[in-house]
């Protein structure tokens, strides 16, 4: 942990009650509610070698606009403490970030309502004890630092964290789909303001499990869904389940189709033994013993005639002398 994430509390000036109002049903005053600049985060490498662009930061810049500040990326509305009003992007002279870029920071204005139910809160940003933050949002592309393919729909071989011919191997995370919220947290991803990442893109159905599958691996400490997100995994496993019945059923009257056709053609063979092995046999292998049980049963069909047909003989007998 290199710096305070929460930077300092403010007394609030008339152009940031006229932001703040934009939000609120109805006008306060500033000596109502306590406000704070926070950053959200950077375009530095985090704890989970993934690292914002900086044209992410600027587009993150106008998503989180507004969000709400929790704790914990609880996503009950009782653990709503804060909102943000005002965002901007800022250029850090004289730092670098891990990978050598100039390093920029999203940074923001945010407000509480001076309750007595918020004080201990207040209380704790003031004492330095709440001062870490993390971000949910979601990103469309993960690029891998070394091969530049987007893990998100490309195969990487690639580990982040580890290096390859001195080179190290990290996402940069890009194509900003949203922003959720930001948290009080005890531990961030980003050194300086920490990001729970979240999923995206699983409108397509055919990337849909290998987003979610790289999604996982890329994270080494949790994840946030938001609730449409969870939506989406869930019909989507639902939809698995009722195709997987469906295979199921098939499957079963398979076996009987077989088994059946395997007791005409091969009228000697113990059925119930054939029986057991149908069983245990693939999809595959089922519809390979029908087809061939198929064939033999045509070709028995279509065997030609050769029985000689016996003449019958003519009845001559009134002519012969």
Request: aromatic content about 8%; some cysteine; hydrophobic content about 35%.
């Amino acid at each position: 942990m290199q710096e305070g994430f929460i930077e300092k509390s403010f007394v609030l000036e008339d152009g940031d009650l006229e932001k703040i109002n934009q939000f609120t049903r109805t006008e306060f005053k500033s000596d109502e509610l306590y406000a704070f600049s926070v950053i959200l985060c950077d375009n530095n490498i985090d704890r989970d070698y993934e690292k914002f662009s900086v044209e992410s930061l600027y587009q993150l810049c106008d998503k989180f606009l507004g969000k709400t500040g929790i704790c914990d990326h609880s996503m009950k509305s009782a653990d709503q403490k804060a909102r943000i009003f005002h965002t901007w992007v800022e250029k850090v002279n004289g730092r670098k970030t891990q990978d050598g870029e100039d390093l920029y920071q999203l940074k923001a204005k945010a407000y509480m309502v001076k309750t007595d139910e918020n004080m201990p809160l207040i209380k704790e940003i003031e004492a330095g004890i709440k001062k870490e933050v993390s971000v949910s949002c979601s990103m469309k592309k993960s690029i891998c630092s070394i091969c530049s393919n987007d893990k998100r729909s490309t195969y990487c071989e690639h580990i982040n964290g580890k290096s390859y011919d001195g080179k190290l191997a990290y996402s940069v995370l890009s194509d900003v789909s949203d922003a959720y919220e930001f948290s009080f947290v005890a531990v961030p991803a980003q050194r300086e303001a920490g990001v729970t990442k979240s999923f995206n893109g699983l409108k397509d159905d055919d990337n849909m499990m290998k987003n979610v599958i790289d999604t996982l691996k890329s994270c080494s400490d949790g994840i946030t869904l938001s609730k449409a997100q969870a939506a989406e995994i869930a019909d989507h496993i639902s939809a698995l389940e009722e195709e997987a019945k469906l295979g199921r059923d098939y499957k079963k009257s398979l076996i009987a189709e077989v088994v059946g056709l395997c007791s005409k053609a091969l009228p000697q063979m113990d059925i119930n033994i054939f029986g057991s092995v149908a069983q245990v046999m693939t999809t595959k292998e089922l519809l390979g013993f029908k087809t061939a049980f198929l064939k033999s049963k045509d070709q028995e069909s279509f065997l030609p005639q050769l029985t000689p047909q016996t003449a019958k003989k003519a009845k001559n007998d009134q002519f012969k002398l």
